[in-house]
Nanobody, 120 residues
């Protein structure tokens, strides 16, 4: 069984930067991809960035060029570097992991995540 823990959130001013970290623990031998999602109040959870095989990345249009995802599947970690933050980036950020071909988190509650607040 694999568990995911997010950290690194906080309060940052517009234009600022932050790095979020995700750590997968448990049986991570078949970890093949990781991703970051976010959910703002009153909105649906959305994919922010994903990385497959520690190399191939995909970003939401709203964050491309400002956010960078990196992972080390052998260590079970995935970082998301957020820069040039905007108020609309404020949300609870969650990570997800793909074991083989199956994503660990699907429906329902994804735990506490890590809160990013962007405000002056």
């Amino acid at each position: 069984q694999v568990q995911l823990t997010e950290s690194g959130g906080g309060l940052v001013q517009p234009g600022g930067s932050l790095t979020l970290s995700c750590r997968a623990s448990g049986n991570i031998l078949r970890l093949t991809a990781m991703a970051w999602y976010r959910q703002a109040p009153g909105k649906q959870r959305e994919l922010v960035a994903a990385i497959i095989g520690n190399r191939v990345t995909n970003y939401a249009d709203s964050v491309r060029g400002r956010f960078t995802i990196a992972s080390d599947t052998a260590q079970g970690t995935a970082d998301l570097h957020l820069s040039d933050l905007k108020p609309e980036d404020a949300a609870v950020y969650y990570c997800n992991a793909r074991i083989g071909s199956i994503w660990l988190r699907t429906e329902g509650s994804w735990g506490q995540g890590t809160q990013v607040t962007v405000s002056s």
